[in-house]
């Protein structure tokens, strides 16, 4: 199933991105796309009373991007033979620098190995959380100890319909991205394909409070007609997909489709780990202030807590802040 054209891969250390480059090319393979591989040198800051841009500055930022670029080129030695892949060294901050080569070349994946803070035993770290946030394409990023066939893909979908006509629009057809990109990727891996949905009733813990103390049996009423809702529109977004991919595609990979009754910071972690599962497909919105899906606070309480690959991808409505250039 083609879903990419042109992939950009980001090489940070050779020692650990030997797993999103070999993801990066067999994506590439598969899909007939073009292949990008980069690397970002950070900018030469002197200080001590030596100015920046003279001549020992740029002597100094000269080497670290030629180090950078013989790096690159050991990273894809063993894979040349296999397609022609394009290289490239750039200068800035890292995700700056990766936001702006995507908007200025078409990327329409980033493929990239995590960042790992060992001090603080944390799997995404800042440079990770602001491409999640800020980058327009979809963004998978990789553990270096990840497997080359996932056994196991889990897709995360909002179906709650609280929100304005036009939110409501662009989260359902996010919905039936990160459905069909899992979908893909499941066959691709011969892997398992869980698609999950976390849900609340809203006011739930509020109509059991002692202000207002209503009837259980009104509560209990209440909460399984938003369970039912939900229900209904989590049928309605897999007849949609099915209808997209054709009936087979399901009926060969027979997903497990698990609605799961609790707050996503903590029902998502622990379905996660509770099925093993070696990449999260998610939608990601940047805005603040919108209840839902997966953002700010609510996203790094979530990445901070599983132990996998994650594949975000952003609405199609979605406008970055980043500029293509300074």
């Given at each position: ?140 990023l990789i553990k270096p100890v990840a497997p080359k066939k996932y056994r196991k893909v889990l897709a995360l979908v909002d179906v709650n319909d609280a929100y304005p006509e036009l939110e409501l629009r662009s989260r359902r057809l996010l919905n039936q991205h990160v459905v069909e990109l899992a979908t893909s990727l499941a ?140």
């Amino acid at each position: 199933m083609k879903r990419f054209n042109q992939i950009l891969c980001v090489i940070t250390r050779p020692e650990t991105s030997e797993a999103a480059l070999d993801r990066a090319v067999t994506l590439a393979e598969n899909n007939q796309a073009r292949l990008t591989v980069i690397a970002v040198a950070e900018p030469i800051s002197i200080g001590m009373g030596i100015p920046d841009g003279g001549p020992i500055s740029k002597e100094l930022q000269a080497a670290m991007i030629s180090a950078s670029a013989q790096d690159l080129e050991l990273a894809i030695k063993n894979y040349q033979s296999r397609l022609e892949i394009n290289t490239k060294v750039l200068v800035g901050v890292q995700f700056i620098e990766i936001i702006r080569e995507v908007l200025r070349n078409g990327h329409d994946l980033v493929v990239k190995s995590v960042e790992q803070l060992d001090w603080l035993d944390r799997l995404f770290a800042s440079e990770d959380m602001h491409l999640l946030r800020k980058c327009p394409c979809p963004v998978w990023l990789i553990k270096p100890v990840a497997p080359k066939k996932y056994r196991k893909v889990l897709a995360l979908v909002d179906v709650n319909d609280a929100y304005p006509e036009l939110e409501l629009r662009s989260r359902r057809l996010l919905n039936q991205h990160v459905v069909e990109l899992a979908t893909s990727l499941a066959i691709a891996d011969f892997a398992e394909l869980h698609i999950m949905h976390a849900w609340e009733a809203s006011g739930e813990s509020a109509m059991r409070g002692k202000f207002i103390h209503a009837p259980e049996e009104k509560v209990s009423a209440y909460v399984d007609s938003v369970r039912r809702q939900r229900q209904s529109n989590l049928d309605k977004l897999m007849n949609e997909v099915n209808g997209h991919l054709g009936p087979d595609t399901l009926d060969y990979l027979k997903p497990k489709v698990h609605m799961v009754k609790g707050g996503g910071r903590k029902v998502i972690p622990q379905l996660t780990k509770e099925i093993d599962a070696d990449l999260v497909v998610m939608g990601t919105v940047a805005r603040t202030g919108i209840p839902g899906f997966i953002i700010g606070n609510t996203a790094e309480s979530i990445l901070h807590q599983i132990d996998c690959s994650v594949l975000a991808i952003k609405p199609v409505d979605f406008v970055t802040p980043i500029t293509a250039w300074d």
